[in-house]
């Protein structure tokens, strides 16, 4: 049936999601292999397809005869927080769903090339995202990503989890720069934000660093009736 979840991925979705709220931390072990397998009533092959592909993605890491760990990655707190938008969303007590406009492998024009801090028609991913609550389109998302420091970043499912949760795990942020402007959106942008094009919205250019290494760099757009910036705290 079309929008049915492979069970690998809701097993690789449900360790995301532990990791991130602490089940699961830095350094400590997951659930074993057979764990896993009753938990999610699935063969022992698809549970090594989603351990294998953490691993690979640098998420986990295994030890023979030891177990799986989460990858002890280093993480320094930025002065301004980025949240992710589905759980600031949820912890509103709202629902929240995104639809994937575009998931796919460019090559670096001028602007993308200066921004990501990589050769002119340097290969590199990008995805183009709106983010819902409550059924509302709040977010547009436009965002390139480093495609050597994120080489899986187009296997994600990014109606399952967002691409600021899943760099966060892989690639913790240690470094941001951001600016914010008003504009008004193109035709296109208020058809999918599903507002007026006579309306202001707000636009933030932002760009990522992990240890020193330039990661992504995002268009956000919020309709500005929809959307509050707060100096500490910006939603991605």
Known sequence: MKGDIPQYQKIKQSIYQGIREGRYPRGGKVPTEYELMA???VSRMTVN?????LVTEGILVRYAGVGTFVTDLKHESPLVTVRNIAVEVQERGHQYHAQVLSLTEVMADETVAVQLGVPLDTPVFHSEIVHFEDGVPIQWEYRYVNATSVPHYLEQNFEQTTPNEYLSLL?????IEHTVEAVLPSVEEAKLLQIDPAEPCLLLHRRTWSDK???SWAK???PGSRYKLRSKS???
């Open 39 to 41: 938990t999610f009533n």
């Open 49 to 53: 397809r989603a351990i294998r592909e």
């Open 171 to 175: 690639c913790p942020l240690t470094n």
């Open 213 to 215: 290494l330039l990661i």
């Open 220 to 222: 956000l757009l919020h």
């Open 234 to 236: 910006v939603s991605e």
